[in-house]
């Protein structure tokens, strides 16, 4: 069992959560993970209950309506991709009481999660709809008998990178844990937003950037190839989708710096006045 926890490193609150066999024993005595990330956990429980609902042969079997009539079963399927879909545009509170209504436990195994969904509560929210008060189920953990209980599985393995232990879990499970990495998203951004003041003309060169930037030439001619990165890594990166390995040293070593290499790799210069090549 993992409890949430949290803690502040220079000013920013990270949150995990941590086996309290981890506060109990002593180093090294406590096997299998003692803390995961808690937005790579909530993202892969998130988006496997987003695909859940989003399958029809899911839901069907999911809630055993299979022997029942069309005229019973479509509204229930139509809630459900409705219900899915709404996990986009709620804020993370409203969307946590949301799956409290229905879901019963998550479950951290060696290589894989499940997620256990309470069946009677599931049906229940998806024909009454915003009938039903989420806020009145919040932290309700009634004894529920195992036939009632729906499992979902996906394969997750545990890997440390950078000194932390992060989700990894495989293309074919269709499921994308997302880890938003602030120091990339900033890269790209400022990568993008100084490429543009080289193109309107108001700096002449990476110095010039740096003197009114006050940062040093270097890291701004590491920052600058951000902006000419693919479209795929961009949005990956925007979206938390790269790998846990990305990080902003080995984010821009392959790019060129130079106008001339700039110029060769991409088919145009990136100064003011200049033309794309022919």
Known sequence: MFSPSFTIKRGRRYRYYV???ATKTSAGLCKGPTR???HEVESLVTEQLRAFLESDAKVFDGLSATAESPAIVQPLVTAAKKLAA???SLPSDDLRDLLASFLQSVI?????IQVMIRRTDLRELLENGDQILVAKRVGIRRSVDASDM??????????RY???VHLVVPPSSGVTIRRPRTSLIKAVARGYAWYEKVLEGK???MRSLARETGLTPHYVRNVFACAFLAPDIVEAILDGRQPPTLNFANLYKQIPLSWAEQRRQ???DPRPGKTLLQ
């Open 19 to 21: 086996s309290p066999l």
């Open 36 to 38: 995961l990330p808690a």
């Open 86 to 88: 709404s996990f986009a």
């Open 108 to 112: 951290i195994q060696e290589n894989n």
């Open 150 to 159: 729906i499992c979902l599985t996906v394969e997750a393995k545990r890997k």
């Open 162 to 164: 950078g000194g932390e």
């Open 203 to 205: 700096v002449a060169d």
């Open 266 to 268: 991409f088919g145009f």
